[in-house]
């Protein structure tokens, strides 16, 4: 992780501590309105911006999405006192869960190829010779790019010798792998909701920062004030992102209000059995592949971008799915809260009825320290219901392919399995994925277990934790749970 994600991060999280803290104030509106003042108080030196105005002006924003308001919507004249009466009124959550901070956002030059001065002017001219485009000629002895004939291919970056010839490129827009993201009239970040799987490649690429979820940590915290029963779903994967036992981590949320909490992977079985009995179905009747359908990222791909591979995808439900049925058997008036690692997951919540809000790992870390709530120092509390290994192991890349291969042993299926893992996905993989649609065939496998978030939902947009480190520590989470899928 670089300076620059380390800084960005901080600065999120600071702020979401801050609203968190306002929000048990004695006036939250008024606590809120001076945030931007209070971080960047008169006379401080400032180190991100030109000045301490333009400081202030940008963290603004950032509270107006950690308020779970959009800045497109955003005429400068609203105060954040107005925004947190808002945040605490509204019935549900805005429809789009993504919003780009203008003022934060550089208007990166637009991505293109071209010569730098390192250029020595070879005889050879294999970066002319290699251009299929006729882009490159040569100007006073230099290479020189005619950037209205210039692909973009790179063929020629790779050909000089030298290494003269570079690209520059535009985070957000490189890393999203349906070009849902582009720039506007003025030359600031846009996104297509059209065209957006929600997958959060983009929050965590821009280095500044722009791209930001609208927290619902407001309409949380306002339900669980109201009194409502609330209760709070967490993914296995958030076993990897704190130092402490999934087991105290429970305890926090309990004393933070809410009413009971209870374990995705619990849903995750569901989905092992389930979707195992599909592909058993299918295979039975000689289909080529089944794809796995738990990821909300590639549910959302599947819908806007590659409709035709929808026969080949699984039905079964997303773990979140079962969870929250679970939650409403026990009380249908319960406010359902999933604790997610990632951005797609909001836009699942929004699709289910049983599904009211979602509050990410980023967002609970700083819910805790706002409510200074001291993990380390809480007792385990746990659960009514202990989870399988391969429940708690689905937030691995692979893990789900593995849990369906172990449900059909242990029920002594002679049902051949191959497993085919997309671990992550971006142009290339999507173009493999819409080649098994046209094609009708996977030559890699029968099972295709697909994630977004290369090394699986550990390594969401908003996790905490090294995703190596995670991963062990999910490990270890997974071993101490149930040999067997019981559901």
Not at 466 to 472: D, G, N, S, T, V
Request: proline share 4%.
């Amino acid at each position: 992780m670089s300076t620059n994600d380390n800084q960005i991060k901080h600065l999120k999280r600071e702020i979401l501590i801050r609203i968190a803290e306002a929000f048990q104030s004695e006036n939250f509106e008024e606590s809120v309105r001076k945030i931007p003042y209070v971080m960047r108080p008169k006379g401080c030196e400032t180190n991100l911006r030109c000045c301490i105005y333009k400081e202030r002006a940008v963290i603004r924003d950032r509270v107006v999405a950690g308020l779970g308001c959009a800045i497109e919507k955003d005429d400068e004249c609203t105060l954040l006192s107005d925004y947190a009466k808002e945040a605490v009124t509204r019935e549900k959550p805005e429809e789009e869960i993504l919003t780009v901070l203008q003022g934060a956002c550089k208007g990166c030059v637009p991505s293109s190829v071209f010569v730098t001065d390192l250029c020595q002017g070879c005889v050879a001219r294999p970066c002319k010779t290699t251009c299929r485009f006729g882009a490159i000629s040569i100007i006073n002895g230099k290479s020189h790019i005619d950037s209205s004939k210039c692909k973009n291919c790179g063929m020629c970056i790779n050909a000089c010798p030298y290494g003269a010839i570079t690209k520059i490129i535009v985070p957000c827009e490189s890393v999203c792998p349906v070009d849902a993201i582009k720039k506007d009239e003025s030359g600031h970040a846009r996104i297509d909701f059209s065209k957006c799987i929600s997958c959060g490649k983009c929050i965590s690429a821009c280095p500044f920062g722009a791209i930001h979820e609208k927290s619902q940590i407001i309409d949380v915290l306002s339900r669980i004030k109201e009194g409502k029963n609330v209760v709070a779903m967490i993914a296995p994967a958030i076993a990897g992102q704190f130092p402490y036992p999934v087991t105290k981590v429970r305890t926090a949320l309990l004393k933070a209000g809410f009413s009971d909490v209870l374990e995705v992977a619990e849903g995750a079985d569901i989905t092992t059995v389930t979707e195992a009995e599909d592909f058993k179905e299918r295979m039975e009747k000689n289909e080529p592949f089944m794809t796995t359908s738990c990821c909300a990222a590639y549910n959302e791909l599947v819908k806007k971008h590659i409709p035709e591979i929808k026969p080949f995808v699984s039905e079964t439900g997303t773990p979140l799915y079962y969870t929250a049925e679970i939650a409403k058997k026990k009380d249908s008036d319960a406010v359902t809260v999933f604790i997610s690692p990632c951005s797609a997951k909001r836009k699942e919540a929004m699709d289910n009825p049983n599904v009211d809000y979602v509050i990410n790992f980023e967002e609970l870390g700083s819910l805790f320290v706002g409510m200074k709530i001291e993990i380390n120092n809480l007792e385990d509390t746990e659960f009514e219901t202990k989870s399988s290994k391969e429940g708690r192991y689905f937030p691995v890349s692979g893990g789900v392919a593995k849990a369906v291969q172990s449900a059909l042993e242990y029920k002594g299926e002679d049902v051949e399995i191959r497993p085919c893992i997309i671990n992550g996905l971006n142009k290339q993989s999507i173009k493999e994925l819409k080649n098994y649609a046209k094609t009708g065939q996977c030559p890699n496998g029968n099972l295709v277990e697909v994630m977004s978030c290369e090394g699986g939902c550990i390594a969401g947009n908003a996790a905490l934790n090294a995703q190596r480190k995670a991963q062990k520590q999910v490990e270890d989470y997974a071993n101490e749970g149930e040999a067997v899928v019981k559901k």
